[in-house]
C-alpha cells in the first residue's frame, strides 16, 4: 500500500509556472506506475499525466502536452508536474494517484490517491 500527499497548488496568473509534488509512503512506491489527474467544478476527473515505475515511459494529454513535465525520484519517493505557460482552462484541483501497472489512463485503475491539491490560473 502507499500513501500520497501532493502540494505546490496555489494562485497564478495565466501564462505563469507552477511545480506541484506528490510525496508517497511505503518501500513499494518504486514499483508503482503514478499519474496526475485533475478536476474542474462540474466535471469529470481528467488524466493529466503518467509515468512508468521506471520512469522510462511518459505520457501526457493532449491539452498539457508541450507545456507539463512529469518526473519522478524513486529515492525520493517523489513524483512532481512542473506546469509551464498555464491557462485559465488548467484550474482544477490535481491529485496524484498510484497503479500496479502503466499505461491506464482511466482513474478507475489507480487504486490510490492523494487529497489534491488546488490550483487556479486566473486570466
Known amino acids: 500500500q502507499v500513501q500520497l500527499v501532493e502540494s505546490g497548488g496555489g494562485l497564478v496568473q495565466a501564462g505563469g509556472s507552477l511545480r506541484l509534488s506528490c510525496a508517497a509512503s511505503?518501500?513499494?512506491?518504486?514499483?508503482?506506475?503514478m499519474g496526475w489527474f485533475r478536476q474542474a467544478p462540474g466535471k469529470d476527473r481528467e488524466f493529466v499525466a503518467d509515468?512508468?515505475?521506471?520512469?522510462?515511459?511518459?505520457d501526457y494529454a493532449d491539452s498539457v502536452k508541450g507545456r507539463f513535465t512529469i518526473s519522478r525520484d524513486n529515492a525520493k519517493n517523489a513524483v512532481n508536474l512542473q506546469m509551464n505557460s498555464l491557462k485559465p482552462e488548467d484550474t482544477a484541483v490535481y491529485y496524484c494517484?498510484?497503479?500496479?501497472?502503466?499505461?491506464?489512463?482511466?482513474?478507475?485503475?489507480?487504486?490510490?490517491w492523494g487529497q489534491g491539491t488546488q490550483v487556479t490560473v486566473s486570466s
Open positions: 494517484a498510484a497503479a500496479p501497472i502503466y499505461n491506464n489512463k482511466e482513474s478507475r485503475w489507480y487504486p490510490y
Open positions: 511505503g518501500r513499494t512506491f518504486g514499483t508503482y506506475a
Open positions: 509515468i512508468s515505475a521506471s520512469g522510462g515511459s511518459i
